[in-house]
């Protein structure tokens, strides 16, 4: 339940970041994207400022012997640099450069009750589901 | 095209860190929201899928937030629309499926953890993201 309160409002937070900072509007992602076009800074001052953040926090934080509702730090074990992560990289750049939308925009921008939002994280979640069956075929 | 928005580019960016903070310190989580999705879409109830699903829908009340706060529409102008918009959508799920994660667990959490799988898919994604642009903003248009 905690848990929950503390996602619940993490998220919350995230979102509210998404929507201040305008990355949630594909035009906004698509302008930084467009390096021969006029240029639009907004993203790397949205990604710079929130590197700052977890540049400093993320090691002072995992010093701690353990995370305050959890028993256990759960962080990424791969290290590897393989086929699936540069494939999937290079699948995630193409289809976020023909749209302007990643992940998380999309998702908050469900509130805005745009239908074409809504199109695209149905097809997202497709996406997600083939990418599922892809993994099991290729391990 | 859009005047820069610097303020809002740098509070924005600033509550995205927080949040990252807040989950990690919290939960001892990444956030990452492709990862986060995946749970909730494949109903993981072995896997964190109360609090994955909670992140998720307060990612959307947080918009809604921003219309009362703000007292307007969220600013959104569609890029693609259509089967381009569907391949778009297709690609990004695939993608960060594959690649395991994106935007924010690779880019905003994996490069403060120094790790080279999140810096190597960064740049990939960055650099292919810019390419498809010029290819179909400039080249093709």
């Known amino acids: 339940m905690k848990t929950s309160v503390a996602a619940l409002l993490s998220g919350i937070v995230f979102g509210l970041g998404l929507a201040i900072s305008e990355m949630i509007n594909p035009a906004r992602v698509i302008g930084f994207l467009d390096i021969a076009g006029q240029w639009d800074l907004t993203l790397a001052l949205v990604m710079g400022s929130a590197l700052v953040f977890t540049v400093v926090g993320f090691p002072l934080i995992t010093k701690k012997a353990h995370p305050i509702l959890a028993e256990k730090f759960t962080l990424p074990t791969k290290k590897t640099l393989d086929t699936p992560l540069i494939s999937g990289a290079v699948l995630f750049g193409i289809g976020w450069g023909l749209a302007g939308l990643c992940p998380g925009p999309a998702i908050a921008g469900l509130a805005s009750l745009n239908p074409d939002i809504f199109l695209f994280v149905a097809a997202m979640v497709a996406g997600q589901f083939i990418g599922l069956k892809i993994e099991k075929t290729i391990a | ?141």
């Not at chain 2, 989580?29 to 909730?40: A, H, N, P, Q, W």
């Open chain 2, 1 to 141: 095209m859009l005047e820069p928005n610097i303020a809002g580019g740098l509070i924005g960016g600033s509550l995205i860190g927080i949040s990252s903070l807040m989950m990690l310190l919290l939960l001892g989580r990444i956030t990452g929201i492709s990862g986060i999705l995946t749970g909730v879409i494949t109903w993981n109830k072995q896997d964190g899928l109360p609090w994955r699903a909670a992140f998720i829908g307060g990612l959307i009340l947080g918009a809604v937030l921003y219309q009362f706060i703000f007292d307007r529409a969220l600013p959104i102008e569609m890029q693609a629309s259509g089967p381009l918009l569907i391949l778009a959508g297709l690609l990004v799920g695939i993608g960060t499926r594959l690649g395991s994660g994106c935007t924010s667990g690779h880019g905003v959490c994996g490069i403060a953890r120094r790790s080279p799988r999140s810096i190597v898919s960064t740049a990939t994604f960055m650099a292919v993201a810019v390419i498809t642009v010029f290819v179909t903003r400039h080249l093709l248009s």
